[in-house]
């Protein structure tokens, strides 16, 4: 699902440059629920970039659903990213002017399809993230844990094959953060189809609570970029 090779990547160049990533060999295979923690400026974050294809490593070599970042152009980075990976952000990243709905299905809206093909699915994921009395509200209407729930409902929209959260219960209460989790792991177990095969659904969390990080099956620590 996800190869990491010999994989570093530095930030600017010269005596300024940072090195985010140091040579991390890491792998994520179907169905696999892992939470990376570590430090700030450890490197968890660059991780997840390179992983959803947002960064390209500065060396080695990083293959996401069989093919490798860098030989894939930038349409075909964003296509994947549409496709096949679901991105979580701590910030939730709402668009505000839409509707809960409208942000749930606005990956497949970009893809051409027409919202009445798609508004039925929407309101589905809207339904089992808690969410069914809020399809009509505004992101400012809704508290932090709606907001991430239409966030989690929207990256499920394209029925990814792998799911990435950055510190997705940052700006949330505890209880709030912990139902989060809770539907992440749900999520985590489902079956995708793709291309006519069944697969597992893989999700990688990165995540500074400890209380978060102690559900996850697998357990990825970074410090000073590199893998303990």
């Known amino acids: 699902m996800l190869q ?13 440059s940072v090195k985010a990533l140091r040579s991390i060999d890491f792998s994520v295979t179907p169905g696999e629920f892992i939470a990376i923690t570590g430090p700030s400026g450890c490197g968890k974050s660059t991780l997840l970039h390179l992983a959803s294809g947002l960064d390209l490593p500065s060396a080695g070599q990083v293959v996401i659903d069989g093919k490798a970042t860098s030989d894939r152009s930038d349409d075909e980075l964003t296509l994947m990213r549409r496709n096949r990976i679901g991105l979580i952000f701590q910030s939730f990243n709402l668009i505000p002017t839409l509707t809960a709905l409208e942000n749930v299905v ?26 069914a009395a809020r399809f009509s509200h505004y992101p400012d209407q809704l ?22 959260a950055d510190e997705p219960t940052g700006n949330l209460d505890s209880a709030s953060g912990l139902e989060i989790i809770a539907l992440l792991e749900e999520f985590s177990e489902e079956t995708v189809h793709a291309d006519g095969v069944k697969l597992s659904r893989s999700t990688l969390i990165v995540t500074h609570d400890e209380a978060i990080a102690s559900r996850a099956p697998r357990r990825v620590r970074l410090k000073d970029g590199q893998i303990l």
């Open 4 to 16: 990491f090779t010999s994989v570093s990547k530095t930030y600017g160049e010269g005596p300024l």
């Open 106 to 131: 606005l990956p497949a809206t970009l893809s051409g399809r027409p919202f009445s093909a798609i508004a039925s699915n929407g309101k589905r994921l809207l339904e089992r993230v808690g969410l």
């Open 143 to 164: 508290s932090g844990g709606e907001a991430q729930r239409v966030a989690i409902a929207r990256a499920l929209m394209m029925d990814p094959l792998l799911l990435l």
